[in-house]
């Protein structure tokens, strides 16, 4: 499949609806080895046709100008400037200025015309469609649904040229998993992520049951609790959605994130952080390693007392001693207006138990 850059610079290329590559001179040592693999093109083969998407951008003022309200768009061909023109009289006129006349039906004003009126009633558009947009080479408006239905049809209706285009899937946003970013339990509770694991993230178990469904700081789908532990212990691993993105960050809100490099356990006296969607980043030190509590749902052992402070919607956040991962925020007392005392589970405990692999930066 050939693919296309699109650059975000030169007015005149956008208003043509031009697809071009970045060129040559930009970022040689990222895009050649990329388009050597993603185009199957030799290293001479980038270089050329960098060089011609350079040569080919800077016509397109030019040709734009030639064709005049007869202007169709225009597009790149492997490196070739191909210009869409609806008066057959004006072909001569864009060859002379550089590019590739193809006669059109419809100019790009015609085409942009309809794209934006299905824009001013996007509101009301089926719930099957995932887009719509302006396909230069084809001179047409691309509707693109989930099926063809015709709630579609009525949508499209009256609107020429639109072609219709079923797709296999919906875009999505792709989010990345931060650990201390409030996250949703069956639409309801919230707690704060730990730390990312390959595929998900573990947090407390009190959070949530096995099966739970959890929504992120967006309230977008982000997955669902695989497996939890309390009382007893007080932890859990979230499977998630491919579209969000195991991160080694740790939210630090505002006073600098941290990027996690491992979980090696800090020792008594140490000083700690943690990061939580309730009260953001608070520090303290570690004052005891394996202390069982014994809270009014259960008890649980193997927990490490801090004096930073932590209040409720914190739970499961991510505890730091530089730039390791320490464990997961559980429960205390006090409060972050009075000061407090703040237990966690212990990181390696968890990974251990559910076979997860950390992941890092």
């Not at 191909?82 to 015609?110: I, M």
């Not at 980043?281 to 930073?308: F, K």
Request: aromatic share 6%; charged share 15%.
């Amino acid at each position: 499949m050939r693919k296309t850059i699109g650059i975000a610079g030169a007015a005149a290329c956008l208003a043509a609806g031009l697809a071009v590559s970045l060129p040559a001179g930009a970022a040689p040592q990222a895009l050649v080895p990329a388009l050597e693999r993603d185009l199957g093109l030799t290293t001479a083969q980038v270089h050329e046709l960098l060089s011609r998407e350079d040569a080919a951008r800077a016509l397109v003022p030019a040709v734009s100008e030639a064709a005049g309200t007869a202007f169709g768009g225009a597009w790149l061909d492997r490196g070739t400037l191909r210009v869409g023109v609806t008066d057959p009289a004006l072909v001569n006129e864009v060859t002379a200025a550089g590019g590739t006349a193809a006669v059109v039906e419809h100019s790009a004003g015609a085409l942009n015309a309809v794209k934006s009126a299905l824009d001013a009633k996007a509101e009301t558009a089926p719930e099957e469609i995932t887009g719509w947009y302006v396909d230069v080479p084809s001179n047409t408006v691309v509707v693109k649904t989930l099926s063809d239905t015709q709630a579609v049809k009525s949508f499209v209706d009256g609107l020429t040229p639109v072609r219709v285009t079923v797709v296999e899937s919906r875009p999505r946003l792709y989010t990345d998993v931060i650990g201390g970013d409030a996250y949703y339990i069956n639409e309801s509770g919230r707690c704060s992520v730990g730390f990312a694991v390959e595929g998900g993230f573990v947090t407390a178990g009190h959070c949530g049951e096995p099966g739970a469904t959890i929504t992120g700081v967006d309230k977008t789908e982000m997955g669902v609790v695989e497996d939890s532990s309390f009382p007893d212990n007080d932890y859990a691993w979230v499977s998630v959605v491919d579209s969000w993105t195991p991160s080694p960050v740790v939210n630090g809100y505002g006073h600098g994130d941290v990027t996690v490099t491992g979980s090696e356990a800090a020792a008594v006296g140490a000083s700690i952080c943690r990061s939580g969607s309730t009260t953001g980043w608070q520090c303290g030190t570690v004052e005891a390693l394996d202390e069982t509590v014994q809270y009014a749902e259960g008890t649980v052992s193997g927990l490490t007392r801090t004096d930073a402070c932590a209040e409720p919607g914190d739970s499961g956040g991510s505890w730091v001693s530089g730039t390791q991962g320490q464990g997961v925020t559980s429960g205390g007392s006090g409060d972050c207006a009075s000061g407090g005392t703040t237990f966690f589970q212990p990181l390696g405990e968890i990974l251990e138990t559910y076979g997860l692999t950390l992941v890092t930066g």
